[in-house]
């Protein structure tokens, strides 16, 4: 938040009643920088909002009709204020209908003491997150998602008599929007104490009631090549994609940089690439359970999981209401994030097959290519060490591959070799150029000609 906006908004409010409330509060009590503000204010939001707009370079709209709250937003969405009407015209009202003690304190927005009526200061010292009453989770369910989100967050604990209450409200959370579930479930998934947080939401239901298919992984057992259930796994897996965010070059991954680089990439829903990965961390194995089998041997299999993996993965976040890119972007990691371990055995990778590889994983192949290496690090069951080397070892190889610029034109376009041929368009002539692009990569080509002489042995020798 910056000083210009907070000048704009005491100038906008002058001589009207109008606290700093909630999060600008406690954070500032915490040490930390806020971008993110609320004020309550007496009386209408809209014309304040619009004159600190002005003020400001901001825009200002509308954010909620039902209580009538408008929103600031800074040039480049670099802050925010919000500014919704005091519940019946009461501060003290006001902080009574909040969530929790540490969200329950107030600041006179022209500069005064603290209020803080229900012990939030007390709360954060002992660093703890207690309901304001026994009606907050009730009033609104969200707030059960909430309170894990804040204790992961800020390093704090959940309060013993406000965990039960959480788990007593933790399904009516199924009444709530998906759009504001997912906002919350976002900022879980993506803080520094993420599997803590997962751990939590299931020790308070709040799991079940957010991601039953992840919660069905306990308990669901591997073969000897793991040493977790799905359901441990599968956090392990968020834990090492967490990790490679942090410092790719910390498990001996060739091209760090530009892997950090990557997952530090704005991808979709305010997410980056390292961010939707946790996603794919997530539900990569969440088809498990539908797909375990036994052979005769006694050996646990699950064949199939990662097709279905990725039809269950569109499931979930669509019920979500998360957007396309996003859905796409994990559903491919899950359906590929076993292909890199096929090939580890093939060693040292021919460039026809490292091709096949980027085709078929494409567009997000070094995506994929730093999944699998996170998969890999969290499946420490026999013979882990020496696989897990290996599996290193050629997912840097593949990247470096995966981050090379392709060609930027084909050696022959679709219509000069249909031309050429005398072949319609169609699936025949798509099979053709795949087989050129291939052999190009391969170095079977390299001009016009090359590419085209290739073209008629392949139609001559009815291959293609």
Not at 70 to 86: E, N
Not at 164 to 192: C, D, G, N
Not at 218 to 234: I, K, L, S, W, Y
Not at 336 to 363: I, K, M, N, S
């Amino acid at each position: 938040m910056t000083a210009v906006a907070l000048d704009a908004a005491r100038a906008a409010l002058a001589g009207r009643e109008a606290w700093l409330v909630g999060g600008a509060v406690r954070d500032r009590l915490l040490g930390r920088s806020t971008d993110d503000v609320d004020v309550a204010l007496e009386g209408d939001p809209r014309g304040p909002a619009r004159t600190i707009a002005r003020a400001t370079g901001g825009a200002a709209f509308r954010l909620s009709d039902a209580f009538g709250a408008w929103r600031v937003a800074g040039p480049g969405q670099a802050w925010h204020v919000d500014l919704v009407p005091l519940r019946e015209g009461d501060i003290l009202a006001d902080l009574a209908a909040r969530d929790f003690t540490i969200n329950a304190m107030a600041e006179p927005l022209a500069g005064g003491d603290v209020l803080d009526p229900h012990g939030g200061q007390a709360d954060l010292e002992a660093r703890r997150v207690r309901m304001v009453s026994d009606a907050a989770l009730a009033d609104d369910p969200l707030r059960t998602l909430r309170a894990v989100r804040l204790v992961v967050e800020l390093g704090l604990e959940l309060e013993p008599l406000t965990g039960a209450s959480v788990a007593a409200h933790a399904a009516e959370i199924a009444r709530v929007a998906p759009e504001r579930v997912f906002a919350e479930l976002k900022r879980v998934v993506t803080a520094e104490r993420a599997v803590e947080g997962l751990r939590l939401m299931d020790r308070v239901s709040v799991l079940a009631a957010v991601l039953p298919e992840l919660r069905a992984l306990r308990g669901v057992d591997q073969n000897e090549f793991h040493h977790a259930d799905v359901f441990d796994h599968t956090l392990e897996v968020l834990e090492a994609v967490a990790s490679l965010e942090r410092d790719p070059a910390a498990v001996g991954l060739e091209h760090a940089a530009a892997v950090a680089d990557l997952l530090a990439e704005p991808l979709a829903d305010d997410l980056t690439r390292g961010g939707a990965m946790r996603f794919a961390a997530l539900l990569h194995d969440a088809a498990k359970p539908a797909t375990r089998g036994v052979r005769p041997d006694g050996r646990v299999t699950f064949i199939g999981h990662d097709a279905a993996g990725a039809d269950l993965t569109r499931t979930v976040l669509r019920r979500l209401r998360s957007s396309q890119r996003l859905v796409e972007y994990v559903a491919a990691l899950t359906r590929h994030h076993l292909r890199l371990g096929f090939l580890v055995h093939e060693r040292p990778l021919d460039r026809r097959a490292v091709w096949q590889y980027l085709r078929a994983t494409a567009p997000y192949s070094a995506d994929v290519t730093v999944f699998t290496v996170a998969d890999r690090l969290a499946t420490r069951g026999r013979n882990a060490e020496g696989a897990i080397a290996a599996h290193v070892e050629l997912a840097g190889d593949v990247l470096g591959h995966a981050f090379e610029a392709p060609p930027s034109e084909p050696l022959v376009r679709g219509d000069e070799l249909a031309r050429e041929l005398g072949i319609d368009a169609g699936p025949r002539l798509g099979e053709l150029l795949a087989q050129l692009e291939e052999d190009r990569y391969a170095g079977a080509v390299a001009t016009r000609e090359d590419a085209l002489r290739r073209a008629r042995e392949l139609v001559q020798e009815r291959r293609i």
